[in-house]
């Protein structure tokens, strides 16, 4: 049950109007990489684990709620920084600075110097819109939830790591001093969700490869150099890879290897000594593992999400 409490987590403050940067802050409002995206994702995220990881659920939903305060605090920002746009849009026409925009003699230069479209003044009346800076409008397209959580997760530190860097470009486009304080608090809390993110991960025993079924070890551990040049060498083609056991298998002349093999058909294992046969096995009991989790965790019968009994203990 959500209760808002109409403090800011962190008090936003402007030292004065400024349009142009109230513009850009709507890629963190309505954006592909912004806080009602983050929301969204999370919360939508943490239905499907709140039965067989109730522990998982508990830190997508708290993230969750957090990233809707922070959407509070852009919206607050934005419609600080736009303070006064209402008050002229209720003015008559002759008796406002926006008539500009309906006038070929200055128009462009009143709009050049928001470095916005007339009809984000127009619309929003000098509020936050659920749109990018271009005035692309948020979708549900923005949404990742796959439903595994060690995909959701990964995704999530992904989000997370794109917020961060949009924060710090946004940090070069303000002089002001009390708006650089609001975005850094954001810009530090994306931070620490991805250090979240990342510790739930690592809580997962198993979480490489994501899902359930295990990887081909014929084609598993190959690295194929599809460039021409000289061949650059590292941890993601040769030496002891992300698994348990193996190493890389470097294939420098990936056409003649296809050729070889014919078209991968007769490919022999290498870089592991696992077998396809112990990899079908292996994938059969990680199936029925997380099976068996999902399931002893579903109530049989008839259900109810909430109990309520928690807060009846509280209340007496």
């Known amino acids: 049950m959500f209760h808002h409490v109409k403090e800011l987590q962190f008090n936003a403050r402007v030292s004065g109007p400024d349009p142009r940067f109230a513009q850009l802050l709507l890629e963190q409002f309505g954006g592909g990489n912004g806080e009602l995206k983050a ?12 039965h067989a990881y109730p522990d998982k659920y508990d830190l997508l939903m708290d993230i969750a709620t957090e990233e809707f305060s922070h959407l509070e605090i852009v919206g607050a920002t934005i419609t600080m920084l736009l303070d006064g746009i209402n008050g002229e849009l209720k003015n008559a026409m002759e008796r406002t600075s926006l008539s500009k925009i309906m006038k070929k003699e200055g128009r462009d230069d009143l709009v050049q110097e ?8 127009v619309l929003t009346g000098g509020g936050p819109a659920c749109t990018n800076s271009q ?33 710090e ?3 070069q486009f303000t002089d002001d001093p009390l708006v650089k304080e609001s975005l850094g608090f954001l810009m530090t809390r994306e931070v620490s969700h991805m250090q979240m993110f990342q510790a739930a991960l690592e809580s997962i025993a198993e979480n490489f490869p994501p899902g359930v079924l295990e ?31 193996g ?28 077998s396809i046969e112990q990899a079908r096995d292996i994938s059969r009991k990680r199936s029925q593992q997380r099976s068996e989790e999902v399931n002893q965790a579903v109530e ?7 109990t309520y009994e928690r807060t009846l203990r509280q209340r007496g």
């Open 114 to 121: 928001a470095l916005t479209a007339p009809q984000f003044l």
């Open 135 to 167: 005035g692309v409008p948020w979708s549900g397209a923005f949404v990742n939830a796959n439903g595994d959580l060690t995909v959701d997760l990964r995704s999530n530190i992904g989000a997370e790591s794109r917020a961060k860097i949009v924060y």
């Open 247 to 274: 190493n890389w298998v470097n294939v420098e002349d990936p056409i003649e290897f296809v050729h070889n093999t014919r078209g991968l058909i007769d490919q022999k294992i290498e870089g592991t000594s696992i």
């Open 300 to 306: 049989k019968g008839g259900k109810q999400w909430s």
């Open 39 to 50: 929301a969204m994702q999370y919360f939508t995220q943490a239905f499907g684990c709140r």
């Open 215 to 245: 990887a081909d070890p014929r084609s598993s551990h190959t690295y194929f150099n599809m460039s021409d040049g000289d061949s650059v060498r590292g941890p993601w083609n040769e030496g002891k890879g992300p698994w348990k056991e």
């Open 169 to 171: 470009y946004l940090l």
